[in-house]
């Protein structure tokens, strides 16, 4: 079908950062000893093998030095319980204020994962930078996910993560927001005609 001219009702803007919602996830990094954490929106998944994610900074933030030099950080999903925390680590610097004193949040590094992840957090995904691309207000850091860190309390006896459980939090133009009902699963679309074919004998 070929598209059809833009419709009175739309209205045309120019280029923006508009692809919501996203998650406002807190990164942990560490130098010296001293851990380090930050609200990152520009985030997610580039690739299943090898797994591989990226968060885009700018160059003027405090841990942006601190993950060039090390090299490695840690991508810890939020929860709707811990929106003050995302919000304060996102308009407070690191270099004047120890944000996880001040939310009470904690760090902790089993043995093993090469930087600490957020106690608090239900999912963590230890990054190790593979490129650092320069794209103009921001810097992405290009990195493979070496080692997963989940909190127990999400994964049932057969091993299978439960996150619908946590209650996650998204960010969408300036607001936070509960994740909602769940409106359907992964080959849900499909998965009744693939049925019906197999049982008629279609090929296929």
């Known amino acids: 079908m070929m598209p059809q001219e833009q419709s009175p009702a739309r209205v045309q803007w120019g280029g923006s950062a508009l692809l919501a919602p996203v998650p406002p996830v807190?990164?942990?990094?560490?130098?010296d000893g001293r851990v380090n954490v930050l609200t990152v929106g520009w985030t997610g998944i580039c690739a299943t093998h090898p797994p591989m994610t990226y968060i885009s900074l700018r160059p003027s933030r405090f841990s942006y030095?601190?993950?060039?030099?090390?090299?490695v950080f840690a991508v810890n999903l939020p929860t709707t319980g811990l929106v003050r925390a995302v919000d304060f680590c996102g308009v407070r610097s690191g270099r004047d204020t120890d944000k996880l004193a001040?939310?009470?949040?904690?760090?902790?590094?089993?043995?093993?994962?090469?930087?600490p992840v957020l106690e608090e957090s239900p999912v963590s995904l230890i990054c190790r930078?593979?490129?650092?691309i320069p794209l103009g207000s921001h810097e992405m850091f290009l990195a493979e996910i070496e080692a997963t860190s989940v909190d127990g309390r999400y994964v049932d006896s057969k091993g299978k993560l439960n996150l619908q459980q946590s209650g996650l939090l998204a960010y969408a133009h300036g607001e936070y927001f509960a994740l909602g009902r769940k409106c359907g699963e992964f080959g849900f679309s499909v998965r009744k005609s693939s049925a019906k074919k197999k049982k008629r004998g279609v090929p296929g």
Do not use: D, F
């Open 102 to 115: 001040a939310c009470g949040l904690h760090a902790v590094q089993p043995g093993g994962l090469a930087v």
């Open 129 to 132: 930078v593979q490129q650092v």
């Open 65 to 71: 030095g601190i993950i060039r030099e090390t090299g």
């Open 26 to 31: 807190l990164v942990t990094c560490c130098a």
